[in-house]
């Protein structure tokens, strides 16, 4: 079925996934992947244009990859909506996001995590097992 709203991605991401079987679970995760790789890949990149001065070329061009990377959150969301539960795929989505990122600055960026931190990505987890109850989406 045609997608109303965006019919050229929808088909394009279906094209990656290349969705040729009925396992819409597995296409449901792939999107809720796909978001979390928009926005934590968007905010690296962001966090890497304030490293350079204002202004500057490599500001600029950070800026603008971080921003075309950032694309991936919302179309790939919208189309996880239309497979699953709203706050399953949210929980998820939002959720396991910012528990990527914060993984990942602390990696790439060395940005320091306290210990109240480290149980707060712990309490994240705990709490995206109880939204979704074992379940995605």
């Not at 790789?37 to 971080?66: D, E, M, Y």
């Not at 497979?83 to 396991?96: K, W």
């Not at 210990?115 to 994240?124: H, R, S, T, V």
Request: hydrophobic share 55%; aromatic share 14%; net charge positive.
């Amino acid at each position: 079925m045609p997608d109303p709203i965006l019919p050229g991605i929808s088909h394009f991401i279906r094209a990656i996934y290349k969705k040729n079987h009925s396992n819409e679970q597995v296409y449901l995760i792939f999107l809720i992947v796909l978001n979390i790789l928009g926005f934590v890949g968007a905010n690296l990149c962001f966090k890497k244009a304030a490293l350079f001065s204002s202004g500057s070329t490599q500001t600029w061009i950070w800026f603008a990859l971080g921003n075309l990377i950032g694309f991936l959150g919302p179309v790939s969301i919208t189309l996880a909506l239309k497979q699953g539960s709203a706050s399953g795929i949210f929980a998820l989505s939002v959720g396991l996001g910012f528990l990527v990122l914060q993984l990942s600055l602390w990696a790439f960026y060395h940005e320091p995590m306290s210990l109240f931190q480290w149980a707060g990505a712990g309490f994240i987890v705990v709490g995206l097992v109880l939204i979704n109850g074992g379940r995605i989406g």
